[in-house]
């Protein structure tokens, strides 16, 4: 499973090397998706959105973080 994270920094706010950030979760699927290229679609939408909210200039960096889930078969007793 991937998971879909945004870290979005304006670099309107702040002075000199001071940048005001913060991370975006994916809030539809927060458990992640089966593959990467979905988790990269949905990446690409929340990066539209963004746009829309952030006032120029911005950066956005992105990853779709690799999780894990756990089976019966993992749990010992």
Partial sequence: MFKALLLVCS???GSGD????????????PNG??????????IH???DMT?????FPHQV????EKIFERT???IKY
């Fill in 11 to 13: 670099l309107v706010h």
């Fill in 18 to 29: 001071e940048k005001s950030c913060f991370e975006l979760h994916d809030l539809e699927a």
């Fill in 45 to 47: 939408e929340m990066v």
């Fill in 72 to 74: 019966k078969n993992e």
């Fill in 33 to 42: 998706y089966i593959t990467i290229e979905k988790c990269m679609g949905r």
């Fill in 61 to 64: 960096k992105y990853k779709c």
């Fill in 51 to 55: 746009r829309v909210m952030v006032p």
